[in-house]
């Protein structure tokens, strides 16, 4: 059960970041954003704020913003269309019904003759056939109610398409910058926590029947120096012993005030490129400070980035198979590993994830915020958008390859940890 709450806690906070980016950015640009939901399908609960609906959705894969002007604006008003209107103080239209007329006894009936929601906010409409022409200016905030759902109308320089590209952009681009912002939080308070490495190569525990314990190496020991080379750190120690796999190499060792010599031979495993590299079963000491812990946050943030990105220059360059991709089902076997180790390794399981988010997202596919800034980018160096449909229809291409590669992720998960 704690692994099922750890799992819903994660995926959940994982994409609110991410869409609490988006939320915000586009909010702060004057965009007019729907709806921010976590989760696609059937709603399971909403909660409207402002001019925002706020909603959990049944299927957890993910999440979305809705802005105006990102899918065609639905209201339109014919002539000789019969609505209902609401104005307030300032003779200002501020809700319009557009069927079911009979709910809202206390509206005025007007004909449509004219109207225009987007541009310059007016209808222009007769109370009966016989009247006159009246011509109604229509709040930028006013409401409309269709089949009893009430919307907000979108005035051009609410909806997305009518920023600036550097607005538009900044608003796609805050989503993925926004899980690389939680990657960096989470490891911060993790080094607060449970600490970060020391300045100096100290080692700060060692693994049973490991090439350190073999060699006698304790835990307190200050490597200063390899093969007669100064070691200034932990990141050096680490490069040096990755370098020489199955290779004997001389630590010069400080323990109780004095200086001494280890022969020590790392031993073989694989790195996340694939590549061999050697290993002695050591850890760092860790030290609680502010600076060492926003290092210890930046640096982590940054390896995991490097790891997943040097992990996806493999698959596209055939080096790794599809068939090593997770899907939803890996990670949450992965993750409920995880929470049963602890919360250190949730804390920098939880991590990674975020990473891994931010990167995919970024990735130029079409569906995905990658594919949306490269539209935008394209657009800024044309000058003028890409045809609309057009865009549409590579998204919609993209988005059904991706639901392919996740139906196929998902197989081999289901092989890999079920049958």
């Known amino acids: 059960m704690n692994s099922i709450i750890a799992i819903i806690v994660i995926f959940g906070l994982l994409v609110f970041i991410h869409e609490l980016g988006h939320l915000l950015l586009a909010k702060r640009a004057g965009i007019l954003c729907r709806e921010f939901a976590i989760g696609f399908g059937p709603k399971l609960f909403s909660y409207k704020k402002g001019e925002t609906v706020y909603t959990i959705r049944l299927l957890p894969l993910g999440g979305f913003v809705r802005m105006a002007g990102e899918d065609p604006e639905t209201l339109e008003l014919k002539p000789g269309q019969k609505i209902k209107i609401e104005t307030n103080e300032d003779a200002l239209v501020t809700k319009i ?131 007669g080379n100064e070691v200034k750190n932990w990141d050096e120690l680490t490069k040096i012993i990755q370098k020489h796999p199955n290779e004997t190499i001389l630590f010069t060792v400080e323990r109780d005030g004095k200086t001494f010599d280890v022969p020590v031979t790392p031993k073989e495993r694989l790195n996340y490129k694939g590549e061999e590299e050697g ?20 640096d982590t943030t940054l390896y995991y980035t490097k790891a997943i990105f040097t992990g996806l220059k493999m698959l596209i360059t055939g080096q790794v198979s599809i068939d090593n991709l997770s899907g939803p089902v890996g990670i949450y076997n992965y993750t409920d590993e995880a929470a049963k180790q602890g919360m250190a ?70 092989q890999k940890f079920f049958l």
């Open 279 to 298: 290993f002695i079963g050591i850890g760092y000491e860790r030290v609680t400070s502010v600076i060492g812990s926003l290092e210890f946050g930046f």
């Open 345 to 414: 390794t949730l804390m920098q399981w939880t991590a990674m994830l975020s990473v891994n988010l931010g990167l995919i997202n970024l990735l130029p596919l079409p569906a995905l915020d990658g594919g949306r800034l490269m539209f935008i980018l394209l657009e800024g160096i044309r000058g003028k958008p890409i045809d609309p449909q057009k865009e549409s229809l590579v998204h919609f291409i993209g988005f059904a390859f991706l639901m392919l590669l996740m139906i196929v992720v998902t197989w081999n998960d289901i």
């Open 97 to 227: 019904v557009v069927n079911q007329k009979n709910k809202y006894p206390a509206l005025k009936e007007v004909i449509v003759e004219q109207s225009d929601l987007e541009k310059n906010l007016f209808i222009s409409a007769y109370e009966d056939a016989d009247d006159r022409l009246t011509a109604y200016k229509v709040h930028p905030k006013c409401e409309y109610v269709i089949d009893g759902q009430q919307f907000q109308i979108a005035p051009l320089d609410r909806q997305f398409g009518s920023k600036t590209v550097l607005q538009r952009f900044l608003a796609i681009f805050a989503g993925p910058f926004m899980n690389f912002l939680l990657a960096f939080v989470i490891l911060f308070v993790f080094g607060l926590i449970y600490g970060s490495p020391s300045k100096e190569a100290v080692i700060g525990g060692i693994s049973e029947d490991g090439a350190a314990q073999e060699a006698g190496l304790e835990v307190g020991d200050k490597v200063v120096a390899i093969d």
